[in-house]
T-cell receptor, first 113, second 116 residues
Framework: GAVVSQHPSWVICKSGTSVKIECRSL??????MFWYRQFPKQSLMLMAT?????????EQGVEKDKFLINHASLTLSTLTVTSAHPEDSSFYIC?????????FGPGTRLTVT | AQKITQTQPGMFVQEKEAVTLDCTYD???????LFWYKQPSSGEMIFLIY??????QNATEGRYSLNFQKARKSANLVISASQLGDSAMYFC?????????????FGKGTKLSVKP
């Protein structure tokens, strides 16, 4: 089946720094990629939808200036958490849409100290 | 109103037995898709099975089958011959609209524990 990779798998950073998370679709071209956030023991919360070559569409309540999304190619989308704070600590999961399926990356656990 | 409802926060099943995880959905669209994902403790969301609203037959993938009852708006996941490795969170999700349009809407999940 289709594979979506995510890098890094976990990261610890200091408050105030920025962190970039990469999401790649390895064996298919994804015109649409999604970024989710998941808190412990909760379901996935959609943060934004990104289409290749255009600006991302953010869900209500998600700060676009804080969570910068770039979908530079059909196989790569990046999420940059700018000026990270401890409350940004979470599990971030990207997803790429195929024909009808939607495949998820393995997730990135971000801890901001 | 919730679009996807999973009423079972946690379930236990004996190894080798079958288990049904419940999922009901709410939509006014005629065209939609239903998905089940497994999330083990590692965090990765693993796609299990898909059912389109116009599919007349229930979807099956190996030990997974989706009991699609359109009139009742339910899409229960049936896992046959449970294995210890099936212990995980299971999420039901729906995409509204035709084709690949629309975002996935997730339920709150069911934590399945398989007992040896």
């Amino acid at each position: 089946g289709a594979v979506v990779s995510q890098h890094p798998s976990w990261v610890i950073c200091k408050s105030g720094t920025s962190v970039k998370i990469e999401c790649r679709s390895l064996d298919f071209q994804a015109t649409t990629m999604f970024w989710y956030r998941q808190f412990p023991k909760q379901s996935l919360m959609l943060m934004a939808t990104s289409n290749e070559g255009s600006k991302a569409t953010y869900e209500q309540g998600v700060e676009k200036d804080k969570f910068l999304i770039n979908h530079a190619s059909l196989t790569l989308s990046t999420l940059t958490v700018t000026s990270a704070h401890p409350e940004d600590s979470s599990f971030y999961i990207c997803s790429a849409r195929g024909t009808y399926e939607q495949y998820f990356g393995p997730g990135t656990r971000l801890t901001v100290t | 109103a919730q679009k996807i409802t999973q009423t079972q926060p946690g379930m236990f099943v004996q190894e080798k037995e079958a288990v049904t995880l419940d999922c009901t959905y709410d939509t006014s669209d005629q065209s939609y898709g239903l998905f089940w994902y497994k999330q083990p403790s590692s965090g990765e969301m693993i796609f299990l099975i898909y059912q389109g609203s116009y599919d007349e037959q229930n979807a099956t993938e190996g030990r997974y089958s989706l009991n699609f009852q359109k009139a009742r708006k339910s899409a229960n996941l049936v896992i046959s011959a449970s294995q210890l490795g099936d212990s995980a969170m299971y999420f039901c999700a729906m995409r509204e609209g035709p084709g690949s349009q629309g975002n996935l809407i997730f339920g709150k999940g069911t934590k399945l524990s398989v007992k040896p």
